[in-house]
């Protein structure tokens, strides 16, 4: 994936990639991002579009509010795509715990989990 990842950012284009997280540590995962949001290191401005479960990234202060989209499932399977950036700035500041307020539902995205019971 490096080379892909290098060549990417060498030329300035977009690279999409299925559940980053999934076969990487953590914090390789942090540093692919860094990389691309780095200004010295990314200097053609590359784009690195990504879909994860781990909250844990969005707690790591890597992104900013326009970089952070969820999806919500509606009751008949169609899904919404929608940014951090659409909440009105009172309600989501810069330094609030994205993570946590992610987890308690605050942004929506979150699945319904019903306890079924015998």
């Not at 990639?17 to 200097?43: A, M, Q, R, T």
């Not at 326009?66 to 700035?89: C, E, M, N, P, V």
Request: charged share 25%.
């Amino acid at each position: 994936m490096i080379g892909q990842i290098i060549k990417t950012i060498d030329s300035g284009n977009v690279l999409v990639i299925d559940e980053l997280d999934s076969k990487l540590h953590p914090n390789l995962v942090c540093k692919i991002v860094s990389l691309f949001n780095s200004k010295e290191l990314n200097p053609h401005n590359a784009q690195l579009i990504f879909n994860t479960h781990d909250t844990n990234l969005l707690s790591s202060g890597l992104f900013r509010r326009d970089q952070i989209w969820f999806t919500q499932k509606d009751k008949f399977g169609a899904t919404r795509l929608y940014s951090l950036a659409d909440f009105k700035t009172e309600e989501v500041r810069k330094n609030e715990a994205f993570e946590e307020n992610y987890i308690r539902g605050k942004y929506g995205a979150v699945p319904f989990l019903a306890i079924l019971r015998n």
